[in-house]
């Protein structure tokens, strides 16, 4: 049977006593003990809410109350106020662990009416016998234990452990078939035998079924729909590219009109090509760092929106005032973090769109911090739209504790549609695998579970809090060099001197020099503060190139080798992110690398010292100094004027020629043609294109390709030529070698 692990924590400065309190305590430690329950016994709290992280491991509290210095007014009584803070602290994180107090002379009425509440009882010592206050605690302990568990991964242990024999798929048995070979045998120890004996095929009754959303796992869904604020919540287990084509699938047909952030994820534009709609495109700001910033509030306009519909070359015979588009899709965080006011969108747009589409799949945990608002998709007690009806979609994994491809697609109703849950499962099954892994599920379920307030409040409050400490302590290293040159966090001029500070502070105010997105609307976005972007020198915000710099992608290979993996790198920027997971140790170590890598480059240091292992994979540049690798490739990128390149190729029109599926549908029927770089211009893709940095699509299927991003790529072909190993990475590019041994780089596009 599995044991869990979760001690009795005693907290009571005579512990490790010689005297009668000592002997009191220790002989009730002992007396659990025998019970079969651990126990952790320390003599003092040291830092409270340090202290108070212990919540998550242990099964219940007992605190001793007694104190020499006890003074009769318990508001003054310093070993009280301590009680006070400390149970505020767990309560804070934890509404359920059960709290004991422990006293020789006190008794309840020595304690305030705001502490005696969150207790599970008083034991006073000497009245009964350990055994029996011990019986008494663990009763308490073990139904706290026996209730933390979500539905479906309760049910999920259970069967793990039930030791009943299978004869249904998965073939490995519970694992039992690694045991056969000796690297089976070593896969099996790697990943142990519950992740194996938990891998179990869907015919397993009593787990209910994913795709029909019965059993446990319905209950599980619903529980999850109860904590995220959404009328229906179904989990996805391959990812929120999957969570995007359900939503679309189940809400737009061949030949319609749809509304489409241009920023948006690729699954998005999967999407399009496989309902056959004609995408009118939303364009974002961006500034000359290359950070995509918000689309601006009038072109969520119905009038701007039937401009473009008007205007559109695929459109033209059709009555733009006719059209209804059938979804609006907005990335809800974009890359960089930006966040919109959702109820402004849902209110502009209602009645004439009948879908609202918002990806948060970096978005999941704003739901549970009043810090972000309205912005974001679903919240409590906001109002519902008349007519549209609102999906999120949230990658559980990405800031939650999902693991990989754990997903969600969250539906709020409006007040006169309500969502068809068996029509919504038609596009459900028709994206989803018949043997989805119940590790995902169960690991949807207890994401959720963990985001149950108040437990998920503090998770998201303490993620703020670690990422305002960041952007404080690199402001403070900043303030040290003095007119040194140092990295900056991108944000708002003003941060909060300590704790969270006010959501206002991180609301984008139109015309602030430190985003570039010019006149944005009043209380329209929003930064959020856990994403961050770190600014490296020589690029300005204007895409003016000082005399010296340092691109980003050599500061992250850099970080790379000292262990610190950054989530995306940019021209001069690179992304981090404060998730539930961050400790300060991450951040902390990502800092003293950064002040490293500052060292190595002021003085130059060779390559092959400092970047070993990427000297090793490009030998040609172990001589160089870092600095002055950093400034080669800054001189080339300003050479190419890479920024303005960069944001105009992005906020250029492309003229779509076809539809995005008739250009894909070429494919099929083999009606494409292999171009090279030199002779795309006015040719029309059947590919799409994405350059990394930044991974936004470029070019979608149908489109013709313009001089800008000719210019674009053959830029990056040149550039990629002179520094291998530091080139851009454009997805969709097909590279081939000739007969004559000459390297080449072609796209796919519709046979002329
Ligand atoms: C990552 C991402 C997705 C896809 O999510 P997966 O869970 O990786 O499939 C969708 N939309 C946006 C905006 C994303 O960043």
């Given at each position: 049977?599995q044991r869990f ?7 009571d400065?005579d512990f490790?006593?010689?005297n009668t309190s000592g002997l ?8 659990i003990q025998k019970?079969g329950?651990e126990?952790?016994?320390v003599?003092?709290y040291?830092?409270l809410?340090?202290?108070a ?22 508001e003054?009584?310093?070993?009280v ?12 994180r934890?509404?359920d ?7 020789e002379?006190?008794t ?7 502490i005696l509440r969150?207790l599970?009882g ?6 009964d016998?350990p055994?029996?206050v011990a019986r ?16 479906f991964f309760?049910?999920l242990?259970?069967y793990a452990q039930?030791?009943?024999y299978s004869?249904?798929?998965p073939?490995h048995?519970?694992?039992v ?9 070593m896969f ?8 194996l004996?938990?891998d ?33 919540c179904?989990?996805?287990?391959n990812g929120?590219?999957?969570s ?9 047909a061949?030949?319609d009109v ?9 699954s ?8 056959g709609?004609?995408?009118?495109f939303?364009?974002p700001t ?5 950070i ?8 969520f306009?119905?009038a ?5 519909i ?7 015979g ?8 059938k ?11 930006v ?8 209110a ?20 549970f911090h ?8 679903m919240g409590?007690?906001r109002?519902?739209p008349?007519?549209?009806v609102?999906?999120a979609?949230?990658?559980?994994h ?13 539906v709020q ?6 969502l068809?849950?068996h029509l919504?499962?038609e ?9 989805p892994?119940?590790?995902i599920?169960a690991?949807c379920d ?5 985001m149950?307030p108040?437990?998920?409040t ?8 670690e ?12 303030e040290?060099?003095?007119q040194?040159?140092w ?8 941060l909060?001197v300590e704790?969270?500070?006010q959501?206002q502070?991180w609301?984008l ?8 997105f010019?006149?944005?609307a009043k209380?329209f976005?929003m930064?959020?503060p ?6 490296t ?14 691109p980003?992608?050599?500061v992250?290979?850099f970080l ?8 995306k ?6 992304f ?7 400790t300060?140790?991450r951040?902390?170590t990502l ?7 500052k ?16 000297c ?8 160089m100094?870092l600095?002055d690798?950093c ?9 190419g004027?890479i920024a303005?390149l960069t944001?105009?190729v992005y906020l250029a029109?492309?003229e779509?020629?076809m ?5 894909y549908?070429?494919i099929?029927?083999?009606?494409t043609e292999?171009?090279?770089i030199d002779?795309?211009?006015?040719r029309v893709t059947t590919a799409m294109?994405t350059?990394?940095p930044?991974g936004i699509p470029?070019?979608i299927?149908?489109e013709r390709?313009n001089r800008?991003?000719?210019d674009?790529?053959?830029f990056t072909?040149?550039f990629?030529?002179?520094f291998?190993g530091f ?8 590279a081939?070698?000739g ?13 002329d």
């Amino acid at each position: 049977m599995q044991r869990f692990h979760f001690p009795i924590v005693i907290i009571d400065e005579d512990f490790r006593s010689e005297n009668t309190s000592g002997l009191g305590i220790r002989a009730l430690a002992d007396a659990i003990q025998k019970e079969g329950f651990e126990v952790v016994g320390v003599t003092s709290y040291g830092d409270l809410s340090q202290f108070a992280q212990q919540q998550s491991r242990a099964g219940a509290f007992i605190l001793s109350i007694d104190d020499e210095e006890f003074t009769p007014g318990p508001e003054l009584d310093p070993a009280v106020l301590n009680l006070r803070n400390f149970i505020s602290e767990i309560r804070f994180r934890n509404a359920d662990i059960p709290i004991y107090l422990y006293g020789e002379t006190r008794t309840s009425q020595h304690i305030p009416n705001d502490i005696l509440r969150e207790l599970h009882g008083f034991i006073h010592m000497f009245e009964d016998t350990p055994e029996f206050v011990a019986r008494h605690i663990i009763r308490e302990a073990k139904s706290y234990l026996d209730g933390l568990a979500p539905p479906f991964f309760r049910a999920l242990m259970h069967y793990a452990q039930d030791g009943s024999y299978s004869w249904h798929c998965p073939g490995h048995s519970g694992g039992v078939a690694f045991l056969k070979s000796p690297i089976g045998r070593m896969f099996h120890q790697f990943f142990g035998e519950n992740m194996l004996r938990a891998d179990v095929c869907n015919a397993v009754e009593e787990l209910g079924q994913l795709l029909d959303h019965t059993g446990p796992v319905a209950d599980s869904e619903k529980n999850a729909a109860r904590i995220f604020n959404a009328d229906h919540c179904f989990f996805v287990t391959n990812g929120t590219s999957t969570s995007n084509k359900m939503v679309w699938h189940h809400t737009v047909a061949p030949g319609d009109v749809v509304l489409v952030d241009r920023n948006c994820h690729k699954s998005i534009l999967h999407s399009i090509i496989m309902t056959g709609a004609v995408p009118v495109f939303l364009t974002p700001t961006r500034n000359h760092y290359g950070i995509i910033g918000p689309i601006p509030e009038s072109e969520f306009s119905k009038a701007a929106i039937q401009k473009k519909i008007a205007r559109h070359p695929l459109l033209q015979g059709v009555d733009a005032k006719k059209v209804r588009p059938k979804i609006l899709t907005v990335t809800q965080s974009t890359y960089d973090g930006v966040l919109y006011n959702t109820e402004t969108i849902k209110a502009k747009l209602d009645g004439w769109v009948d879908t609202i589409h918002f990806d948060e799949a970096w978005l999941p945990h704003a739901a549970f911090h009043k810090f972000y608002g309205a912005y974001h998709a679903m919240g409590k007690s906001r109002p519902r739209p008349k007519q549209a009806v609102v999906y999120a979609t949230q990658s559980t994994h990405k800031l939650l504790a999902g693991i990989s491809q754990a997903s969600q697609v969250l539906v709020q109703d409006s007040q006169t549609v309500k969502l068809d849950r068996h029509l919504f499962n038609e596009a459900y099954l028709m994206h989803t695998s018949t043997s989805p892994q119940y590790a995902i599920i169960a690991s949807c379920d207890v994401a959720a579970a963990m985001m149950e307030p108040p437990g998920g409040t503090a998770l998201v409050e303490e993620s703020i809090r670690e990422a305002l400490d960041f952007r404080r302590a690199m402001r403070k290293v900043d303030e040290e060099y003095g007119q040194d040159w140092w990295f900056q966090v991108w944000g708002p001029d003003k941060l909060a001197v300590e704790d969270i500070g006010q959501p206002q502070d991180w609301i984008l105010q139109a015309n602030e020099a430190w985003h570039g997105f010019g006149k944005l609307a009043k209380g329209f976005n929003m930064l959020d503060p856990i994403k961050s972007t770190i600014i490296t020198p020589g690029l300005d915000v204007s895409g003016r190139f000082a005399k010296s710099g340092i691109p980003a992608s050599i500061v992250t290979k850099f970080l790379a080798e000292h262990g610190v993996v950054v989530e995306k790198t940019g021209l001069y920027s690179f992304f981090i992110m404060f998730t539930i997971g961050i400790t300060k140790g991450r951040w902390n170590t990502l800092l003293t690398a950064l002040q490293q890598f500052k060292d190595d480059y002021d003085r130059n240091q060779p390559l092959w010292r400092i970047m070993p292992e990427f000297c090793q994979a490009n030998p040609r540049y172990e001589r160089m100094g870092l600095r002055d690798l950093c400034q080669s490739v800054h001189e080339a990128y300003a050479k190419g004027d890479i920024a303005r390149l960069t944001t105009e190729v992005y906020l250029a029109e492309l003229e779509p020629a076809m539809k995005p599926s008739d250009a894909y549908a070429c494919i099929a029927h083999r009606k494409t043609e292999r171009v090279q770089i030199d002779d795309l211009e006015g040719r029309v893709t059947t590919a799409m294109l994405t350059p990394y940095p930044p991974g936004i699509p470029l070019v979608i299927p149908g489109e013709r390709f313009n001089r800008r991003v000719v210019d674009y790529l053959r830029f990056t072909r040149e550039f990629n030529a002179q520094f291998p190993g530091f080139g851009a990475d454009v997805h969709g590019l097909v590279a081939e070698t000739g007969a004559d041994g000459v390297r080449r780089y072609f796209v796919d596009c519709v046979l002329d």
